[in-house]
T-cell receptor
Framework: GDSVTQMEGPVTLSEEAFLTINCTYT??????LFWYVQYPGEGLQLLLK?????DKGSNKGFEATYRKETTSFHLEKGSVQVSDSAVYFC??????????????FGQGTELSVKP | EAQVTQNPRYLITVTGKKLTVTCSQN?????MSWYRQDPGLGLRQIYY???????DKGDVPEGYKVSRKEKRNFPLILESPSPNQTSLYFC?????????????????FGNGTRLTVT
């Protein structure tokens, strides 16, 4: 079945460092890909998405490119801030209606940014 | 303010004592869903609902029930909780199940309910 694999955390970086969180997926067809972020004590929020190969999603300085050839959707940010400390989830969803809108999540990667 | 509200935020209970976690959204969303979050496993879908009186099983429905009598509410019911249901639960909603295709209608998540069953 469809699945998402993320790099394990926690990831600890200093402020202004470059961030990469790896995400690879297995899916039939052509899923949409997402990054969600979960701040402490809160629910998940959509960070960015891409719906087809070579699309680049971007938001708040974060970027991810849908790479069909490597089945990857790595999250990057050029200069992290303390406020970026959170858990990041990669997810995919098929387009078929009968999949019930289900998002398939990776296990999450905790990011801690130190001043 | 558009939001998904879950209650309670924290719940400690004992094995076998029926409980309900409430979920309400104020966005007139048709689609609602419950997920559980466990370390190392990410989020897994428990049940979902396409609309009022329409519900279906997700990946891990055993031990749970849901109902959708009104559009805004989607309670999660544990008839006889067991320790393996100790988890962090999230309710989510969106305009429709096609949320993946609509950047204007992502899933909106509640803040979670941390359940401990002893």
């Amino acid at each position: 079945g469809d699945s998402v694999t993320q790099m394990e955390g926690p990831v600890t970086l200093s402020e202004e460092a470059f961030l990469t969180i790896n995400c690879t997926y297995t899916a039939t067809g052509y899923p949409s890909l997402f990054w969600y972020v979960q701040y402490p004590g809160e629910g998940l929020q959509l960070l960015l998405k891409a719906t087809k190969a070579d699309d680049k999603g971007s938001n708040k300085g974060f970027e991810a490119t849908y790479r069909k050839e490597t089945t990857s959707f790595h999250l990057e940010k050029g200069s992290v801030q303390v406020s970026d400390s959170a858990v990041y989830f990669c997810a995919l969803s098929g387009l078929e209606y009968n999949q019930g809108g289900k998002l398939i999540f990776g296990q999450g990667t905790e990011l801690s940014v130190k001043p | 303010e558009a939001q998904v509200t879950q209650n309670p935020r924290y719940l400690i209970t004992v094995t076998g004592k029926k409980l309900t976690v409430t979920c309400s959204q104020n966005m007139n969303h048709e689609y609602m869903s419950w997920y559980r979050q466990d370390p190392g496993l990410g989020l897994r879908q428990i049940y979902y609902s396409m609309n009022v009186e329409v519900t279906d099983k997700g990946d891990v429905p055993e031990g749970y029930k849901v109902s959708r009598k009104e559009k805004r509410n989607f309670p999660l019911i544990l008839e006889s909780p067991s320790p393996n249901q100790t988890s962090l639960y999230f309710c989510a909603s969106s305009l429709g199940p096609w949320t993946a295709s609509s950047y204007n209608s992502p899933l909106h998540f509640g803040n979670g309910t941390r359940l401990t069953v002893t």
